[in-house]
């Protein structure tokens, strides 16, 4: 039924290859399994582009032959079979683009998306469509004018799509006030599909509320977020969501300053460092908050070897800024020092900015050094925060940092070092929620995509 809505053999296939319908997908689209997950985690790249593509061709006319009727004829089951469509093709755009990273040809996905503009007639699919564009100019072309012009056309109250909200909020979080923040993710949480992205902007919503100072709140909604995702069977989490799991038991054990929910979060950490489905980014990323969870506990020296670790796996700036914490604990100020100084801030985000200035604090508090005192409060002075509980810590230490330059007691010095050791993990970029790519593609592999496997259409 589908072959009679195929495009012209000379026409430009439906798959965004650029190439004529009769010398892509023309032989191919029929044939199945559509079995690109299962290349793509054989690390047979090309292959899986070539299945998606032939799957995409697929859908795409299936959608003409038997959503587009059941639209045209008013009747209830087209609104339903449109939604499964835009969440089917959302999904293998997210594949598509995962394969062209894979395959080192980013730079020609934004020209395949362009074939997908009007795959889908509607404003739900503009929404998708515009976050696939703008994804790839925000993480990889680092293009936020352009970004910003797809975003400012929305208002956040009217959109209907999880991905551009979250997107929405990355981008935006420095401009949106608290209030909004919390209303956006609350309903990113609500509409999301995923129990992982539930969890994440749930736990969000939790950690924003404490930062408002409002403890009360914020520890309750951050332990429903824990318990609403612990009731998942295991098979059914993502690496993705255990990360989330265990970034919530992090901050809600700060917040609370229990550390036996650091101690949770640290055993899952530490499971996830032997999970091969991760990225060397996510594995780098992973050993990294090993080591905030034994900084927080006081266990220097395994948060330093934890530290180490992450570099095995990626050479990071940040992770430097980390490390050098730890080396300040156990009293290599030298190491720690000359590790700070080989620290490249320039593309650092706001919130990174701060971490480094809390790394310096660490050292001048340490050392009571002049010129360590005189940079470590000049970097506060630059830190830009607008939440409640950072300007608390913020004003604080520029006082006490003030202090020590004044000969106050190597004792109070140590009491001030370890409080500030507690702060350290819950960073202040919590509602720059950021688009990771490599933790993106870990989680949808293991994703049962419901949308694409389980969808209204059969194969024809």
Not at 225 to 245: E, V
Not at 282 to 295: E, I, M, P, R
Not at 405 to 414: E, I, L, S
Request: net charge positive; with cysteine.
């Amino acid at each position: 039924m589908i072959e009679q809505y195929e495009p012209t053999l000379r026409s430009e296939c439906l798959c965004g290859s650029g190439k004529r319908f009769k010398d892509c997908c023309k032989n191919s689209y029929l044939k199945g399994p559509f079995n690109s997950n299962e290349l793509f985690q054989r690390k047979e790249y090309r292959a899986a582009l070539k299945i998606v593509r032939a799957h995409i061709t697929w859908y795409r006319l299936c959608h003409r032959a038997h959503t587009v009727p059941l639209l045209k004829s008013k009747m209830i089951a087209g609104n339903r079979l449109l939604e499964t469509d835009i969440l089917a093709l959302s999904e293998l755009l997210d594949l598509l683009f995962f394969c062209y990273k894979k395959c080192g040809i980013i730079n020609d996905y934004l020209s395949a998306l362009d074939y997908f503009s009007n795959a889908i007639q509607g404003d739900r699919w503009k929404e998708e469509f515009d976050y696939h564009r703008a994804v790839v100019l925000y993480v990889y072309r680092n293009d936020i004018r352009s970004v910003l012009k797809i975003l400012n056309v929305y208002k956040w109250q009217d959109i209907s799509s999880a991905n551009l909200l979250s997107l929405y909020l990355d981008v935006k979080s420095t401009s949106t006030n608290a209030v909004d923040k919390i209303m956006i993710a609350e309903k990113i949480a609500n509409i999301s599909a995923y129990p992982e992205v539930q969890l994440q902007y749930q736990a969000s919503v939790g950690v924003q509320y404490c930062l408002l100072n409002d403890f009360e709140k914020g520890v309750l909604l951050l332990n429903n977020a824990i318990r609403k995702y612990i009731t998942i069977p295991s098979n059914d989490q993502t690496t993705h969501g255990r990360q989330h799991l265990a970034n919530a038991y992090m901050s809600l054990g700060v917040f609370t300053s229990d550390g036996d929910k650091i101690k949770e979060s640290l055993k899952i950490f530490l499971q996830e460092t032997s999970n091969n489905d991760y990225s060397e980014a996510g594995k780098a990323k992973t050993w990294l908050s090993v080591g905030d969870c034994y900084l927080y506990l006081g266990d220097m020296y395994n948060a330093k070897d934890a530290y180490s670790k992450s570099f095995t796996h990626e050479n990071s700036d940040l992770t430097k800024v980390f490390l050098a914490r730890a080396l300040v604990s156990t009293g290599d100020c030298d190491v720690a020092r000359a590790t700070l100084d080989r620290v490249r801030t320039k593309e650092f985000s706001l919130a990174n900015h701060f971490d480094f200035a809390l790394s310096r604090c660490s050292l001048a508090i340490k050392t009571g050094v002049k010129t360590d005192i005189d940079l470590a409060i000049s970097l506060l002075k630059e830190v830009k925060t607008n939440e409640p509980y950072f300007k608390d810590i913020q004003h604080n230490l520029i006082v006490n940092i003030s202090e020590i330059g004044k000969g106050a007691k190597c004792a109070r010095n140590m009491g001030l070092l370890n409080n500030l050791n507690k702060v350290f993990i819950l960073q202040p970029n919590i509602f720059g929620l950021g688009i990771n790519i490599n933790a993106a593609i870990d989680c949808f592999l293991q994703r049962k995509n419901k949308a694409i496997d389980k969808g209204m259409h059969t194969l024809d």
